[in-house]
Nanobody, 117 residues
């Protein structure tokens, strides 16, 4: 099992910044990819950014150039630095860890990000 604990959400004005953190524990060695997803009211959960064990990253087109995903392997923590936030970034943000060996997704509890205009 893998446990994920998110922090760092909150309320910010448009143009502002927030940094989300996701601390992983448990079967850390089994994780291949970690990432952030978000779900706005009435919408499906969508990928925001992922980072693989080798360090490569992918971003949703809507956040490219504004968000940066990174990881601190010593702390088993993944970060999402969000700059130039827009009202449309408002959503619950979920941390995800994927275990390719077990073909299993693990999810955090979610953290609310609200961007006011």
């Amino acid at each position: 099992q893998v446990q994920l604990v998110e922090s760092g959400g909150g309320l910010v004005q448009a143009g502002g910044s927030l940094r989300l953190s996701c601390a992983a524990s448990g079967r850390i060695f089994s994780i291949n990819t970690m990432g952030w997803y978000r779900q706005a009211p009435g919408k499906q959960r969508e990928l925001v950014a992922v980072i693989r064990r080798i360090g490569s990253t992918n971003y949703a087109d809507s956040v490219k150039g504004r968000f940066t995903i990174s990881r601190d392997n010593a702390k088993n923590t993944v970060y999402l630095q969000m700059n130039s936030l827009k009202p449309e970034d408002t959503a619950v943000y979920y941390c995800n860890a994927y275990d390719a060996g077990r073909v299993t997704d693990y999810w955090g509890q979610g953290t609310q990000v609200t961007v006011s205009s």
